[in-house]
C-alpha cells in the first residue's frame, strides 16, 4: 500500500470518528428527544461539522437552521434578541461579520456564509434599521417608497434630499462626490428566490416632476451585493433633476421583462425629527 494511499484513509478514519464522535454527542444531549429526533439532529450535526471542514458542498436549509441556532442562538443570544429585529442584508453581513470573530461566535468563513444567507432569507427588513424609531417612522412616511415585490423583485426607493443629507451614512452611504442640486436615492433590490438582474439602473430611471419635466438618471452605483445575488443596494442619482418645493414628483423605472414601476413623492417634505 502507498504511502499516499494510507494517508488518504487515516484521514478519512479522523473524519469518520469525529462525526460519529459528533453525532454521539448530539444523541446524548438530547437524550429527552424521541430516537428518531435525536437522530434526525445528529445527523444535522454531522452535516454541519462536515460542511464547515469543507467535505460537504452545501447545507439543506434544516441543517443551516442548526447551524445558525447552535452557534448564534445558545452560544451568544437567545433567539429572541436576534429574531426580533430584521435588518437588510447589508447589515446582517455586517453583524454575522462582526459577531463570527475567534472571541465571540467564532464562525469560520464558510459558517459565516450560511448564516449570514439564513438570516437575509427568513429576518430581513427592506430599509435601514439603525436609525433612531423617530427618524424612522419619518423616512417610513416621507422618504421610502415601495413597489412592494409585484412578482418575486421587491424594490425599495429612500429619496434622500440635500438638506437631509446626514440621514446617507444610517442609510449605507459614505460618500455620493460631488453634486450640483440634483437628486438621489438609496435603491434596495431583494428577491427570495431568482437573483437580481445585473442593471445599470442609470439607463433605466426617469425623474417626472409634476409640472412635466422630466430627467434621466445621471449615475448608479453599487454600495452592496451578495454573492448569491439575491440582494443589491445602490445609490441612484439625477444631477439635472430639478425637484419643485410644492406639489409632487415621480421615478419611473423600465425594468427589462417586468415593465414600469412607478415611485410618488409630495410635497413639501418636512424635517426631520432632531
Same mark, same amino acid.
Given at each position: 500500500m502507498s504511502s499516499r494511499l494510507k +494517508?488518504?484513509? #487515516?484521514? /478519512? !478514519? @479522523?473524519?469518520?470518528?469525529?462525526? +460519529?464522535?459528533? #453525532?454521539? /454527542? !448530539? @444523541?446524548?444531549a438530547l437524550a429527552e428527544q424521541s430516537p428518531a429526533a435525536a437522530l434526525d439532529a445528529a445527523r444535522q450535526m454531522a452535516a454541519v461539522f462536515l460542511y464547515e471542514r469543507g467535505v460537504v458542498g452545501e447545507l439543506t436549509p434544516g441543517q443551516t437552521?442548526?447551524?445558525?441556532?447552535?452557534?448564534?442562538t445558545?452560544?451568544?443570544?437567545?433567539?429572541?434578541?436576534?429574531?426580533?429585529?430584521?435588518?437588510?442584508?447589508?447589515?446582517?453581513?455586517?453583524?454575522?461579520?462582526?459577531?463570527?470573530?475567534?472571541?465571540?461566535?467564532?464562525?469560520?468563513?464558510?459558517?459565516?456564509?450560511a448564516v449570514t444567507r439564513h438570516l437575509q432569507t427568513h429576518f430581513l427588513s427592506n430599509v435601514p434599521t439603525v436609525l433612531p424609531d423617530a427618524v424612522m417612522r419619518f423616512v417610513r412616511q416621507h422618504l421610502w417608497r415601495s413597489d412592494f415585490g409585484e412578482g418575486d423583485l421587491f424594490l425599495d426607493l429612500?429619496?434622500?434630499?440635500?438638506?437631509?443629507a446626514r440621514l446617507l451614512p444610517y442609510l449605507g452611504v459614505r460618500e455620493i462626490g460631488p453634486q450640483s442640486g440634483?437628486?438621489?436615492?438609496?435603491?434596495?433590490?431583494?428577491?427570495?428566490?431568482?437573483?437580481?438582474?445585473?442593471?445599470?439602473?442609470?439607463?433605466?430611471?426617469?425623474?417626472?416632476?409634476?409640472?412635466?419635466?422630466?430627467?434621466?438618471a445621471s449615475g448608479w452605483k453599487v454600495l452592496y451585493g451578495d454573492a448569491q445575488q439575491h440582494h443589491r443596494q445602490g445609490l441612484l442619482s439625477f444631477d439635472d433633476a430639478n425637484i419643485p418645493q410644492a406639489g409632487e414628483f415621480e421615478v419611473r423605472?423600465?425594468?427589462?421583462?417586468?415593465?414600469?414601476?412607478?415611485?410618488?413623492?409630495?410635497?413639501?417634505?418636512?424635517?426631520?425629527?432632531?
Open positions: +494517508a488518504l484513509l #487515516a484521514t /478519512a !478514519a @479522523i473524519v469518520v470518528a469525529l462525526v +460519529a464522535a459528533a #453525532a454521539l /454527542a !448530539a @444523541i446524548l437552521a442548526r447551524l445558525y441556532r447552535d452557534r448564534c445558545r452560544k451568544c443570544h437567545g433567539k429572541d434578541v436576534i429574531e426580533g429585529k430584521p435588518r437588510t442584508a447589508a447589515e446582517w453581513d455586517a453583524v454575522v461579520s462582526r459577531m463570527g470573530a475567534p472571541d465571540r461566535a467564532g464562525l469560520g468563513d464558510r459558517a459565516a456564509g429612500i429619496h434622500v434630499p440635500r438638506e437631509h440634483g437628486a438621489i436615492f438609496v435603491v434596495f433590490l431583494n428577491t427570495h428566490r431568482g437573483s437580481v438582474p445585473p442593471w445599470d439602473l442609470a439607463q433605466m430611471a426617469t425623474l417626472q416632476a409634476g409640472d412635466g419635466r422630466s430627467s434621466r423605472m423600465e425594468l427589462p421583462g417586468l415593465g414600469t414601476r412607478a415611485f410618488l413623492w409630495r410635497l413639501p417634505i418636512p424635517a426631520p425629527p432632531p
